[in-house]
């Protein structure tokens, strides 16, 4: 069984300063786990994802995210925000050992205020 | 360009009248899948294909039909909509996590079809 959670529905940040979206996650099985961005009225697309290598992992667009086993948690961060990461993020679990179906957080959506 | 495509973007239609989105993807991905969005829920996934005439129930199957006849294409199948089918959808694709030596794989997510079931 996997499931995931996003702590914060909404996250509101001024232009410049740092980003904090978290995810705390639960799985039976060694988790590979993924960010992704979806811009108003488009689809998803990957920021970065984590699958056993380095446990700090850089994605796209200055975001990175650290896997910590010992907290199930994989929080993603920015050191700056820009008014074009004002969007919604969706945290998402897959396991090796069990079914091929991935489980997506309930997003957060990011505020950026100039 | 690699991509995932869906067709209709955009559908209003009334309940009791089948209809099917299409999907394709031009990357040569066995692995497809559908999702649908709601406010507060994330994605939840309908239906998945490992390949060619293997398809398998995801968390929220019920009121969907799926089939995979060729790699490329992916069309759900709505026989009898419902209003609370109204939603938005998206199809996704990856190579075969089975096959590909990569445990899990990156999907590739279509732009979405917003469906309205009055």
């Known amino acids: 069984a996997q499931s995931v959670t996003q702590l914060d529905s909404h996250v509101s940040v001024s232009e410049g300063t740092p980003v904090l979206l978290r995810c705390n996650y639960s799985s039976s099985y060694s988790p590979s786990l993924f960010w992704y961005v979806q811009h108003p009225n488009k689809g998803l697309q990957l920021l970065l994802k984590?699958?056993?290598?380095?446990?700090l992992v850089k994605g796209i667009n200055g975001f990175e995210a650290e896997f910590k086993k010992s907290e199930t948690s994989f929080h993603l961060t920015k050191p700056s925000a820009h008014m074009s990461d004002a969007a919604e993020y969706f945290c998402v679990v897959t396991s090796s050992g069990g079914s091929y179906i991935p489980t997506f957080g309930r997003g957060t959506s990011l505020i950026v205020h100039p | 360009e690699a991509q995932v495509t869906q067709n209709p973007r955009y559908l209003i239609t009334v309940t009791g009248k089948k209809l099917t989105v299409t999907c394709s993807q031009n990357?040569?991905?066995?692995?497809m899948s559908w999702y649908r969005q709601d406010p507060g829920l994330g994605l939840r996934q309908i239906y998945y294909s490992m390949n060619v005439e293997v398809t398998d129930k995801g968390d929220v199957p019920e009121g969907y039909k799926v089939s995979r006849k060729e790699k490329r294409n992916f069309p759900l199948i709505l026989e009898s909509p419902s209003p609370n089918q109204t939603s938005l959808y998206f199809c996704a694709s990856s190579p075969n996590p089975l096959t590909s030596g990569s445990p899990q794989e990156t999907q590739y997510f279509g732009p979405g079809t917003r469906l309205l079931v009055l």
């Open positions: 990357m040569n991905h066995e692995y």
């Open positions: 984590y699958t056993s290598a380095a446990t």
